[in-house]
């Protein structure tokens, strides 16, 4: 680790503007928004990409770091003191309802980028501390089921017609929303039975994942109804709700149009490089902790956020993240922009399968 491993901890902005959100409703309900999808897309756009990979060396100093566990694992309080902050804040003063709504977008955006995204790098670890931490960041945001389908499903799947959290070309990301959140759950229930039967566990046991899971789900949501108000509760469900829809969006980017050829036999070939969006926009890397180097991460899901590297085989997005997701609300717009973008035989195979659907 060395002095610039520190940029790390601008991942925390976004946080930092959610508290200040919190304090100063009046001015500042709408900050964490306003930075997200507005400061930053500005910084990105007048600051240059930066595709250097790390030598070996560095590679094996960065891998044993502590630091960048540390990182991960100081999102679960800092992301549970934000939600009791906005949850007791809206019970006890009286808030308009456009700063209600700014304070709703902020936390939600948190509990997606602080939340969801530190669980998904989490919930690749092995251990069991990792794990736990991932699903105590996915109950707020109503995803606990995301681990087991990530895992186990759109890492088999991504960039096939099989994968959910795969966009199809000229498919609307509200489309993709429904389409991606309905059948990612249905499919970890599917692929926690298949796991239970392949270890010959019982459905009722503390094996089955979704099972905790989905009580640990059922009990955040009745202690909110216990602890708060009607309308607090149900405002703490769409923040959960928004903090979602960020990783859907950013699901969509990651894969839109991307597909793997089939073998003669019916199976894909491997998941490579080429197989997922890729941004090296320095600003976004580090607020999503190298979540946006998505094209290494599938290659490689077994590499440290802090360890994966820029190919330059790899399709690339012309924004960052914000942009990318800002792009996607208008989807001719989002068309027109990507779908040249996406390579030809890859175009060709997606007009193939819709002639087979037909």
């Not at 509990?111 to 995204?117: A, E, T, V």
């Not at 793997?260 to 999503?288: A, C, F, M, T």
Request: aromatic fraction near 14%; include cysteine.
């Amino acid at each position: 680790m060395n002095f610039k491993d520190l940029k790390y901890l601008t991942a925390y902005i976004i946080s930092i503007t959610a508290v200040l959100g919190l304090i100063y409703p009046s001015q500042l309900s709408f900050l964490t928004p306003v930075v997200t999808f507005g400061i930053v897309p500005l910084v990105e756009v007048f600051t240059p990409q930066y595709s250097k990979n790390l030598s070996s060396t560095e590679k094996q100093t960065k891998a044993a770091h502590p630091f960048f566990d540390w990182l991960l694992y100081f999102n679960l309080p800092l992301v549970y003191f934000i939600l009791g902050f906005a949850l007791v804040s809206m019970e006890r003063y009286e808030l308009t309802s456009l700063q209600t709504l700014g304070l709703l977008l902020s936390v939600g955006i948190v509990l997606g980028s602080n939340g969801i995204n530190v669980a998904h790098e989490l919930g690749h670890r092995t251990s069991t501390c990792s794990q736990w931490v991932s699903k105590f960041l996915l109950l707020p945001s109503h995803y606990t089921h995301f681990t087991i389908e990530h895992n186990f499903g759109h890492h088999a799947k991504v960039s096939t017609p099989e994968d959910p959290a795969t966009a199809k070309l000229n498919q609307s990301v509200y489309s993709f929303w429904l389409t991606s959140s309905t059948r990612q759950y249905w499919n970890a229930w599917k692929l926690q039975n298949q796991l239970l039967a392949t270890k010959n566990e019982a459905f009722w046991s503390l094996h089955n994942s979704m099972l905790i899971n989905t009580a640990l789900q059922l009990t955040y949501i009745s202690a909110l109804f216990i602890l708060f108000s009607w309308t607090t509760a149900l405002l703490a469900i769409a923040m959960g709700v928004v903090g979602f829809l960020l990783l859907e969006s950013i699901n969509y980017i990651e894969h839109y149009g991307l597909l793997r050829q089939q073998r003669p036999s019916g199976r894909y070939y491997p998941v490579k490089e080429i197989h997922s969006w890729n941004s090296n926009h320095l600003l976004g890397r580090i607020l999503l902790y190298e979540l946006t180097r998505h094209s290494d991460h599938h290659f490689r899901a077994n590499k440290n956020y802090q360890l994966l590297d820029y190919h330059d085989t790899s399709p690339e997005l012309p924004y960052g993240y914000p942009t990318s997701i800002l792009l996607t609300f208008i989807p001719p717009l989002w068309f027109a922009l990507m779908n040249p973008k996406v390579p030809k035989d890859m175009r060709e195979l997606a007009t193939n399968q819709l002639k087979q659907i037909a």
